[in-house]
């Protein structure tokens, strides 16, 4: 008789219990072809968390229309920023924050496994989670690079946690971070970014704040992102000593004809350049990674428009990537979450007694 539930791992006296964190992001295509963009644009439209549309009537519009026109156009775009070496610059990144991140835990005393996770496509969260039981993990800490929380985003991670363990037998103790929009590292990690780009290349008249756009009708149905991000904006501005007339805070990557959470982004640089403003620095303080949507959609789509209307200097300020202050503000959210939860391997003689007991107490039965 068949079981509806995955097969356990081999469980080995010997295998101490480990604690680990699982740093997920929203995903790529595994290459800047329209062959790969397509089943990756399949996964990330077909979720009703990123489209809240009945599939009855959206399905046939997806399957139909957008996925037999949009992938060649999106891989053109992603072979803009694709690496020749390290390939996706999202995959790169977090990739290397998941490194460092075991590396600074490690540092500060914890011995816990780290894996990075894509929402959608690859590595999948299922398959992370199933390579973490299989070397122990008995606790697993879920740790979105979101920092401003959305059912359109940090929702749907959790989502494919809770549809992994529906398959699972024996499920780990699970926990999930929901937000650090204003956590005070990450705040100071995003100031010292912006400021060493001025030491670099000099201040501009504005600096504008883009955030990754969703639909406006979430914020009337409780979505609590547009707030988040305002108020991240603003602790930011204040880290900065801005005043209210130095920065502007704008919501990018539009998708569809719904209104969604305004300003938009390209738009205002438009406006901006034909009022005179000369010169810009555009930073997007919601991606932890760089990736299409700052690489091409700000960096090359939103400069081309800034600098056609009038404007004559267009400064992208990058992501926050592999920056120290980043990577030590990612490591403090970790360890406030991981509290209470035993992050020590057991030494020999530990594991050595622990199996004596077990087989003890089997014995004993």
Not at 47 to 72: K, S
Not at 351 to 357: I, W
Request: charged residues 25%; contains cysteine; proline residues 5%.
């Amino acid at each position: 008789m068949s079981s509806r539930f995955a097969p356990e791992p081999g469980f080995r006296h010997d295998q101490s219990a480990r604690t680990a964190v699982l740093l997920c992001n929203l995903g790529t295509p595994e290459a800047p072809t329209a062959a790969a963009v397509r089943p990756y644009l399949a996964e990330f439209l077909g979720d009703d968390r990123v489209v809240e549309i009945p599939r009855l009537a959206w399905w046939p519009i997806l399957h139909g229309i957008i996925l037999r026109t949009r992938p060649a156009r999106s891989a053109a775009k992603y072979a803009t920023v694709w690496h020749e070496k390290d390939g996706s610059p999202l995959l790169h990144w977090t990739q290397r924050q998941a490194t460092l991140l075991r590396g600074w835990l490690g540092e500060a005393g914890h011995n816990v496994l780290v894996r990075h996770a894509m929402r959608y496509g690859k590595p999948s969260i299922a398959s992370q989670l199933d390579a973490l039981k299989a070397e122990g993990a008995n606790r697993i800490l879920i740790l979105p690079l979101y920092p401003q929380y959305s059912g359109t985003t940090t929702a749907s991670v959790f989502d494919a946690v809770y549809d992994w363990a529906r398959t699972q037998r024996h499920i780990p103790e699970l926990r999930f971070v929901n937000r650090y929009h204003d956590d005070a590292g990450y705040i100071e990690a995003l100031a010292q970014r912006v400021e060493a780009h001025w030491r670099d290349n000099g201040r501009g008249e504005k600096l504008v704040m883009s955030f990754h756009g969703v639909p406006e009708r979430t914020l009337r149905l409780g979505d609590p992102y547009h707030c988040e991000s305002h108020k991240t904006a603003r602790l930011l501005a204040q880290r900065l000593r801005l005043g209210d007339n130095q920065y502007l805070v704008t919501f990018q990557s539009r998708f569809g004809k719904a209104k969604w959470l305004e300003p938009y982004t390209e738009p205002s640089l438009i406006a901006l350049a034909q009022q005179g403003t000369r010169r810009v620095d555009v930073v997007c303080p919601g991606f932890t990674s760089d990736c299409l949507e700052t690489l091409e959609e700000i960096n090359q789509e939103a400069r081309e428009a800034f600098l056609h209307a009038g404007g004559q200097q267009f400064e992208y300020i990058a992501c926050l990537n592999d920056d120290a202050p980043w990577i030590t503000a990612l490591s403090r959210i970790a360890q406030q979450h991981l509290q209470g939860w035993p992050t020590q391997r057991e030494d020999a003689a530990q594991l050595q007694e622990r199996s004596r007991r077990s087989q003890s107490a089997g014995a004993a039965q």
